[in-house]
């Protein structure tokens, strides 16, 4: 009797470990195909982009439409590098003016601000990143374009008008530079948030041992906590960089979108992601309309993903000198 009973007990024990083994395999495989399936996301868009594109791509040569100015479609002129250009100008404004108010907030919140002081702001930080584009793009037109165009055109103009990136020979205040004091209110939040984290991760220990040889406050975070965290520093502003690489809403309000390369930062431009906003599914009787604005979003796909491609070997490199 005991024996039937030890032998059904092992039966009973093999059965319930056959079904987990099967459930962990079916839980596994269905995890390594949601993963595949996220990987496979990027090749994916870069194949169906080309595809779309591939009309105007065996008609024109690359070089031609990447660094041709003219943008004439009835003519059958496809030349991106002036949108090129304006995203490129309206980038680099926002992250000069961003990056540098974005980590010493990051800063100050992770080391030096109070718990009080954080439940307070980080709250604030997190509604700035949930706020529509749209919206930017409106508070861009009602406060910074005019600022721009009345207030910061003429002084500089008046004091730095002789450097030719200060040239104001557009009063409206549209320009890259609106574009990019929009867009860097707009990064601000996503840099801010991850760099915080990234800092506060920094093991405690490292803190005590700066502050026990005798380094100041600014010292330890500059010498040691920065330079622990200094890789996911600078994927925060890798991230914050592909954010504004490819906004769109709040940049086609405020930057004034003339097909021109800006020379000065109160200049009108026209940023690839608005050119494919504007006119997609518009004129598409043109020929090879289309397949231009398509070349166009795989040029930015392409632009974003070598940029954050090379930011990730410096990054590697980075932590393995370290």
């Given amino acids: 009797?005991?024996?039937?009973?030890?032998?059904?007990?092992?039966?009973?024990?093999?059965?319930?470990?056959?079904?987990?083994?099967?459930?962990?395999?079916?839980?596994?495989?269905?995890?390594?195909?949601?993963?595949?399936?996220?990987?496979?996301?990027?090749?994916?868009?870069?194949?169906?982009?080309?595809?779309?594109?591939?009309?105007?791509?065996?008609?024109?040569?690359?070089?031609?439409?990447?660094?041709?100015?003219?943008?004439?479609?009835?003519?059958?002129?496809?030349?991106?590098?002036?949108?090129?250009?304006?995203?490129?100008?309206?980038?680099?404004?926002?992250?000069?003016?961003?990056?540098?108010?974005?980590?010493?907030?990051?800063?100050?919140?992770?080391?030096?601000?109070?718990?009080?002081?954080?439940?307070?702001?980080?709250?604030?930080?997190?509604?700035?990143?949930?706020?529509?584009?749209?919206?930017?793009?409106?508070?861009?037109?009602?406060?910074?374009?005019?600022?721009?165009?009345?207030?910061?055109?003429?002084?500089?103009?008046?004091?730095?008008?002789?450097i030719p990136l200060f040239r104001t020979d557009n009063p409206t205040g549209y320009s890259v530079l609106a574009g990019g004091l929009v867009l860097a209110v707009m990064v601000l939040p996503v840099i801010i948030a991850v760099a915080q984290e990234v800092i506060r991760a920094v093991p405690q220990g490292l803190r005590e041992a700066a502050l026990a040889l005798g380094a100041t406050r600014w010292q330890m975070v500059r010498r040691v906590v920065l330079r622990r965290a200094w890789p996911g520093v600078m994927a925060a502003v890798v991230l914050g960089f592909s954010r504004a690489f490819g906004e769109t809403m709040a940049v086609l309000m405020v930057v004034g979108n003339v097909p021109q390369v800006p020379n000065s930062i109160f200049d009108a431009a026209y940023p690839l992601p608005a050119l494919i906003a504007n006119n997609y599914g518009e004129m598409m009787s043109i020929p090879m309309y289309d397949a231009a604005l398509m070349g166009g979003a795989l040029i930015l796909l392409l632009i974003v993903l070598a940029f954050n491609t090379a930011a990730r070997l410096v990054l590697v490199r980075w932590v393995r000198r370290e």
Avoid: H
């Fill in 1 to 162: 009797m005991a024996d039937r009973c030890s032998l059904a007990v092992r039966e009973r024990m093999s059965r319930v470990g056959l079904s987990r083994r099967r459930a962990d395999w079916l839980a596994c495989g269905l995890m390594g195909l949601l993963s595949l399936a996220t990987v496979l996301l990027v090749p994916v868009l870069i194949v169906a982009l080309l595809l779309r594109a591939w009309p105007i791509l065996t008609l024109k040569p690359p070089e031609e439409l990447l660094f041709s100015t003219a943008w004439r479609p009835l003519q059958g002129a496809f030349g991106f590098f002036p949108f090129i250009a304006g995203t490129l100008w309206v980038t680099a404004i926002a992250m000069i003016v961003a990056v540098p108010f974005s980590l010493l907030t990051a800063i100050y919140l992770a080391e030096y601000a109070s718990e009080r002081v954080r439940v307070v702001v980080n709250p604030l930080v997190d509604l700035l990143a949930g706020i529509p584009s749209v919206v930017y793009g409106v508070w861009g037109v009602l406060t910074v374009v005019p600022f721009v165009g009345q207030v910061v055109s003429p002084i500089l103009g008046r004091w730095l008008g002789f």
